[in-house]
T-cell receptor, first 112, second 117 residues
Framework: DAKTTQPTSMDCAEGRAANLPCNHSTISGNEYVYWYRQIHSQGPQYIIH???NNETNEMASLIITEDRKSSTLILPHATLRDTAVYYCIVRSSGAGSYQLTFGKGTKLSVIP | DSGVTQTPKHLITATGQRVTLRCSPRSGDLSVYWYQQSLDQGLQFLIQ???????AKGNILERFSAQQFPDLHSELNLSSLELGDSALYFC????????????????FGPGTRLLVL
């Protein structure tokens, strides 16, 4: 599995954009970058995923560098409800299983 | 609401006991995954089932077992419980379409919080 590196914690002012970085320098060509978040012991919530191109949905935008060695999750207008642990995951396929390998993630605190 | 349901929400039991956790996947999803989240280990993959058959095993103890039934719901059985088994147990599901594994999104249930006393 490609390893990911994320900052342990970040703060963001309410209403501002939250930019969460992730390094995945050993990513392979067919591996996707996924982002999930977990709000206070709730089940992890899917946010977005991408392969090479930048992606946007109703929750966030995902910017992947051209060399694919890093990515940034952008929450355009952070609210207090976005306070959570955010996980950047590179998905690899091993022996027909596609489980998610979670690291420690980034604890994002949105401040009023 | 992800569409994945888990019961019970909370479970308190004693060491040495056996418990069963239940998961109903999203409608139409064939794959079910079980994860354990403890304070010191983080979120860890335990086991995956696809359409009733075991697909992969992760860090699942021999005291733990799972199965997926014809109606696609899954159960995780934990036996000879120890204090260290106290954790959140999550189930996730995905479509399970052939050849689409890397692109399939997993949707997680709300979890079962197990406390072993």
């Amino acid at each position: 599995d490609a390893k990911t590196t994320q900052p342990t914690s970040m703060d963001c002012a309410e209403g501002r954009a939250a930019n969460l970085p992730c390094n995945h320098s050993t990513i392979s060509g067919n591996e996707y970058v996924y982002w999930y978040r977990q709000i206070h012991s709730q089940g992890p919530q899917y946010i977005i995923h991408g392969l090479k191109n930048n992606e946007t949905n109703e929750m966030a935008s995902l910017i992947i560098t051209e060399d694919r060695k890093s990515s940034t999750l952008i929450l355009p207008h952070a609210t207090l409800r976005d306070t959570a642990v955010y996980y950047c995951i590179v998905r690899s396929s091993g022996a027909g299983s596609y489980q998610l390998t979670f690291g420690k993630g980034t604890k994002l605190s949105v401040i009023p | 609401d992800s569409g994945v349901t888990q019961t019970p929400k909370h479970l308190i039991t004693a060491t040495g006991q056996r418990v069963t956790l239940r998961c109903s996947p999203r409608s139409g999803d064939l794959s079910v995954y079980w994860y354990q989240q403890s304070l010191d280990q983080g979120l860890q993959f335990l086991i995956q089932y696809y359409n009733g058959e075991e697909r992969a095993k992760g860090n699942i103890l021999e005291r733990f077992s799972a199965q997926q039934f014809p109606d696609l719901h899954s159960e995780l059985n934990l036996s000879s419980l120890e204090l260290g088994d106290s954790a959140l147990y999550f189930c996730a599901s995905s479509r399970g379409s052939v050849g689409s594994g890397l692109r399939e999104t997993q949707y997680f249930g709300p979890g079962t919080r197990l406390l072993v006393l």
